[in-house]
């Protein structure tokens, strides 16, 4: 197994037409309960809204399970990472039959999984703005279930603090 410091993980869209929307420790308030983003999300940009943008496996993976929760991640893809076995994401808010991998399937990093949409409790920051954005979320296992939220920033490539990310 490789260690996770050595972990690169892929932008899983275009950063010529999208940019990051929320980081992770964004504060939120649900129904009235503060709580923390912990995830990042991806939405396209100008003129790119109107094509319905590829979302990409971020690492060498194995598909887990397609799942559709309604009032949660809406349509979303489940993977583990074959490199980092403990490690366990999840893109969310996919368009509805737009997945193109089945449960099993290994995918490789940049390998197109699904395109982007607004399922399950995806929603706009503005009031009418577009809903449609990537959720990504990196889990770590740590036993029995447990799991903590990792920060992708510290495996995103070309991750950086002001411009998100270089292209
Ligand atoms: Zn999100």
Redesign the pocket.
Known sequence: MERIEKLKILKPVNMLQNVIT?RYWSPRIRGGIPYF?R???FAPQGRHILHKQDVVASVLSRVLKIDYEPNGFGVYTKHQAIDFPDLIFYN??LEEDSVCVKAGDVVDAKQIVAKMGHTGNSRSRWIGGDPT?L???FRWMVDRGNYVKLDAALYYQDFNWLGAFRV
């Open positions: 929320s983003h995830a990042y999300d969310a808010h954005h959720h990504q979320e």
